[in-house]
């Protein structure tokens, strides 16, 4: 069992080092989130940002999910080697 474990811990590929590369897809998939958060019809509740029709809390959300999405899609181009 335990053999196993440490066989699956040594096959995570590693994480890139950062680059412009992976800036740009982490920006771009935070724009997209935010685009999409923009389009839907859920209630705008709290605090409003001063430029862009959503909440504050909604703009968090935004960001941190396309965060994680971003990460994913890095992860994801390093593990085929086309990062």
Do not use: D, Y
């Amino acid at each position: 069992m335990l053999s196993s474990i440490l066989l699956a811990a040594a096959s995570v590929p590693a994480t890139p080092e950062w680059s412009p590369t992976v800036g740009i897809i982490i920006s771009a998939s935070c724009l997209v989130v935010l685009l999409l958060s923009l389009a839907s019809k859920a209630p705008k509740v709290g605090p409003q940002m001063p430029l862009l029709p959503v909440s504050v809390a909604g703009f968090i959300g935004a960001m941190a999910f396309g965060h994680v999405i971003g990460i994913g899609i890095v992860l994801g181009l390093t593990n085929i080697g086309r990062l």
